[in-house]
């Protein structure tokens, strides 16, 4: 097989990805927006040892699961990579990633749950984080082609609340017409990197981050003054990232104009959101999501609770009023100073939260003595480390609930308890990002 090579393929996979996955000389090829069933002639793009990537030049036989998208960037970008799969197979892919990952790890006895829908299938995202860049020699926004720098201009987000939407065009129009700068990769020079627009849906209250090379440029508060007027904004704030880097927020943020936070609600709880503060992306769905595992958590009027990587302790306030005590940490200071004062916020005198690293925290408070019932663990991609399953089991709880959006490092981190004396028979996935392969899922860990 080589480069520019057009073969004819058999679709007979997605990857976790989202890629179609065929076989052909002994080599896995991923296509580019292919799926299951089909057969295409497809264009050889890179060829490595096992495997090579691959994009359709011709449909051969085309799946009945394929939707036709309005646009085909939705699909070319990160931005909504499952759009052309009809909205119940995209369930069902989320539920066999979960099955595959169990059946590998030999653990097939374990049941999956049919994944729960999300109740808005596009325009779901409290946020919308795009990239600003000249293209064709004006100011853009949009996504990157996948696995690339290259920016294809959008004006629909698909799947970010269209009022975001609304804000972000607004605001790139502002930019354009006050002449400032995109950012440019290549020379580091320019000025706006990204735009970051959160709005709650309860609300209405819309913030608006500049994520820019310099912490003050000459038009800077021309523009702060023309987005503090856009419909619904209530908080302008400057991110400085002046650093060479993929990474997308720099360390510190500045107050332009109006509140340093947004007011969302999850229930019947408030929640005051900062800038660099995680905040669940689904705002419908994440009450389903914490009913499920806090269903699962059959909590009692004494029982002292854990909410670890507890964000702005979304999980450990929308419990304590039915339980003893909460104790939370979290490793962003900001989400830590949120988490303490939307408890006071809401009345709330029994959950405290600390900062710092779980697996650092965990290990102190198990060294103390501390005992605990129920432990919500909800942690980035990576999972949990070694020391924070070690320290969580000294703890004693009956029940830990792991609520993961990277179902790979939930089955090996399932194990790890299993093996330290707690077992667990069903995991349920949940789809908190429709059109994308991210999967959420949740399962219980109870004491043998
Ligand atoms: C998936 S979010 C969950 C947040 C919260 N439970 C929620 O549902 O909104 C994971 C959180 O873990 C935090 N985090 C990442 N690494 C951490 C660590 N080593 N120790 C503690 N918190 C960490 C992140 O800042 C983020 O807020």
């Known amino acids: 097989m080589q480069k520019n090579e057009i073969v004819e393929l058999e679709i007979t996979d997605l990857s976790y990805e989202g890629m179609g996955v065929a076989h052909h000389e002994g080599l896995t090829v991923f296509v580019n927006n292919a799926l299951p069933g089909e057969i295409v002639k497809a264009r050889i793009l890179k060829v490595k040892k096992n495997f090579a990537f691959a994009k359709i030049e011709e449909m051969v036989k085309e799946s009945p699961d394929r939707i036709k998208v309005d646009l085909r960037q939705w699909v070319q970008t990160g931005l909504a990579s499952l759009a052309h799969l009809k909205y119940d197979k995209q369930l069902e892919f989320k539920r066999q990633q979960v099955v595959n990952l169990l059946?590998?790890?030999?653990?097939?006895?374990?049941?999956?749950?049919?994944?729960?829908?999300s109740p808005e299938e596009v325009g779901y995202r409290n946020?919308?984080?795009?990239?600003?860049?000249?293209?064709?020699?004006?100011?853009?926004?949009?996504?990157?082609?996948?696995?690339?720098?290259?920016?294809?201009?959008?004006?629909?987000?698909?799947?970010?609340?269209?009022?975001?939407?609304?804000?972000?065009?607004?605001?790139?129009?502002?930019?354009?017409?006050?002449?400032?700068?995109?950012?440019?990769?290549?020379?580091?020079?320019?000025?706006?990197?990204?735009l970051d627009v959160r709005r709650s849906k309860a609300t209405g209250e819309i913030m608006v981050i500049l994520v820019t090379l310099d912490k003050d440029f000459p038009q800077l508060a021309k523009?702060?003054?023309?987005?503090?007027?856009?419909?619904?904004?209530?908080?302008?704030?400057?991110?400085?990232n002046p650093q060479k880097t993929n990474v997308i927020l720099g360390k510190k943020d500045y107050l332009l104009w109006g509140k340093d936070y947004i007011t969302d609600k999850i229930g019947d709880i408030k929640f005051k959101i900062s800038p660099q503060s995680f905040f669940q992306i689904n705002s419908l769905q994440t009450p389903r999501l914490y009913q499920l595992a806090i269903d699962k958590a059959e909590l009692k009027p004494d029982d002292v609770v854990i909410d670890a990587y507890s964000g702005i302790g979304t999980i450990g306030l929308s419990v304590a009023k039915h339980v003893k005590e909460v104790r939370g940490m979290e490793v962003v200071?900001?989400?830590?100073?949120?988490?303490?004062?939307?408890?006071?916020?809401?009345?709330?005198?029994?959950?405290?939260?600390?900062?710092?690293?779980?697996?650092?925290?965990?290990?102190?408070?198990?060294?103390?003595?501390?005992?605990t019932d129920v432990i919500f663990v909800d942690p980035p991609r990576k999972g949990l480390t070694p020391e924070f399953i070690e320290a969580a089991v000294k703890t004693g709880p009956e029940k830990i609930v792991y609520i993961s959006c990277n179902p790979a490092t939930m089955v090996r981190d399932l194990e790890q308890f299993k093996e330290a004396g707690y077992d667990f028979d069903r995991i349920d996935p949940v789809d908190m990002f429709p059109q994308t392969p991210h999967v959420e899922a949740v399962s219980v860990l109870k004491k043998k």
Do not use: C
Not at 109 to 117: K, R, S
């Open 103 to 117: 059946q590998k790890a030999h653990m097939d006895d374990v049941e999956v749950g049919q994944t729960l829908a």
């Open 127 to 194: 946020k919308g984080q795009v990239p600003v860049r000249n293209v064709n020699g004006q100011l853009e926004i949009g996504f990157f082609r996948r696995h690339s720098h290259d920016l294809m201009p959008l004006t629909n987000f698909f799947t970010t609340d269209p009022e975001i939407d609304r804000t972000l065009l607004a605001v790139r129009d502002i930019l354009r017409a006050n002449k400032v700068p995109a950012y440019d990769e290549k020379n580091h020079k320019g000025e706006v990197r990204y």
């Open 223 to 240: 523009v702060t003054e023309e987005i503090s007027k856009i419909d619904g904004v209530t908080s302008v704030i400057l991110n400085h």
């Open 333 to 371: 200071k900001p989400a830590v100073e949120d988490a303490n004062n939307n408890a006071t916020l809401n009345g709330i005198d029994n959950a405290h939260y600390v900062v710092g690293k779980a697996e650092e925290i965990m290990p102190k408070w198990a060294a103390d003595g501390l005992k």
